[in-house]
Each structure stands twice: as C-alpha cells, then as structure tokens.
C-alpha cells in the first residue's frame, strides 16, 4: 500500500511539474498548451488510463485565451450570480462535465464556474471509474451533451451557452 502511495505521489509531482513546464515554455503566452499525457495511475486498486489527447484549439472554434479562463467574480454572496443560473440550466438540462482532480485543464474548466461549480454536474473519475469507463471518457475535461454529443477539452462558457442554449446572462 505504501508503494501505491508513493508512485501516485510522485506520479502527481511529475504531472504538475510536466504542466508548469508546459505551460511556461508555451510559444504563444495567451494560449493554452492542451497537449497533456496522464500515466494510468493505481487508484483504490484500479488503473485509471485516462489519457488526454492533443487537442487543436482551431477545433474548439479558434485560440482559447488564458485571460479569458478566469472565473467571473460574484460581488455579494447573498445575491444570485449569472453564472449560477447558468450552472443550473446546464444541470437540468442533463449536461455533465467528466474530470480528474489531477488533471490542470479539468481545474481551469472548474474555475470559470468559480461559486456556481455547486450547482454544477460533474463526475471526478478517479472516484467513479466505473461510471467514466462505461461513458467512454478517453480525456478530460469532456462535456456530454443531451444528445450524445461530446465537447473535450476546456470550453469557454460563450461556447457552452451556444451549444446548450443556457444563457449566460
């Protein structure tokens, strides 16, 4: 068990340490650096082979901007944020976001949701491998959409609202 530990550990320390690398060393400074592998990694007794794939940020319909990746800020905690509304309409319209806690792009994804991640539909398949294998998630972060229709990668909340119909607004 120590063993398990250890390599999940340090497997964790050279994912992060793979990430900031990338990131940094990135050609363009507001683009983000989607090509990432993740190493099946024992988790309660099970591998987890998610590998994310290279993905072409011409084909989530141009550049993805890191300045636009930030989360909103929601000025009162007692008033009802957009982005709650809009976490909402996603849930109840059977959208469900696949994640992994290690995996970078996955926290980005969550971050724009900032507070309203809550109301949010999201699956963490390094807790339900079961239920990732039997959807078919082969990276993170996907969206499954109603109709079967899967979004992979990080997508900006404009391009959810298009393709969902939820209003951001």
Known sequence: MKRQNFILILGIIVLAFLFFVGFYNNRHKNQANLSFQVKPVPIQGKDVNIQMKEINPEDLGGKIDIKNLKKENNTSSTTTSPLDNFAKCLSE??????????????????EMFGESLKYLKYIECSENYDLCTQKGIEAVPTWILPNGERLLGVQPLEVLSQKTGCKLK
């Open 93 to 110: 319209k059977g959208i469900e976001l696949y994640v992994l806690k290690t995996c970078p792009h996955c926290a980005h994804q969550k």
